[in-house]
Nanobody, 118 residues
Framework: QEQLAESGGGAVQAGASLRLSCVAS????????IGWFRQAPGNKREGLSC????????WVTPSVSDRFTISRDSTKNTVYLQMNNLKPDDTAVYYC???????????WGRGTQVIVSA
């Protein structure tokens, strides 16, 4: 079965860094586009970043591109989201999906919680 599992979230103070992992099973991350999204309570889901399939490139949405980076390690079948200088507004559940733009209805993980305290 095809699954994604996020990990690496936690409760941190503002200014800290976290690296989120999206581990794929039943699929290869180099053959699928893998996107990162987040959703805070009361907010709509926000697309953050994506690593395109195959030899495709990656992007990070401008609102966080100065602090977040995406990377892919095909040997570990994992896509990472490195988040630096975290801010309280980054508090959300972070998801990965086989989708760059939340318009496909692909495979979604269950999410990992990130809480950033001032």
């Amino acid at each position: 079965q095809e699954q994604l599992a996020e990990s690496g979230g936690g409760a941190v103070q503002a200014g800290a860094s976290l690296r989120l992992s999206c581990v794929a099973s039943g699929l290869r991350v180099d053959l699928y586009s893998i996107g990162w999204f987040r959703q805070a309570p009361g907010n709509k889901r926000e697309g953050l970043s994506c690593f395109a399939s195959g030899a495709g490139g990656s992007w990070v949405t401008p609102s966080v591109s100065d602090r977040f980076t995406i990377s892919r390690d095909s040997t570990k079948n994992t896509v990472y989201l490195q988040m630096n200088n975290l801010k309280p507004d980054d508090t959300a559940v972070y998801y990965c999906a086989t989708d760059c733009y939340d318009d496909y209805g692909g495979i979604w993980g269950r999410g990992t919680q990130v809480i950033v305290s001032a």
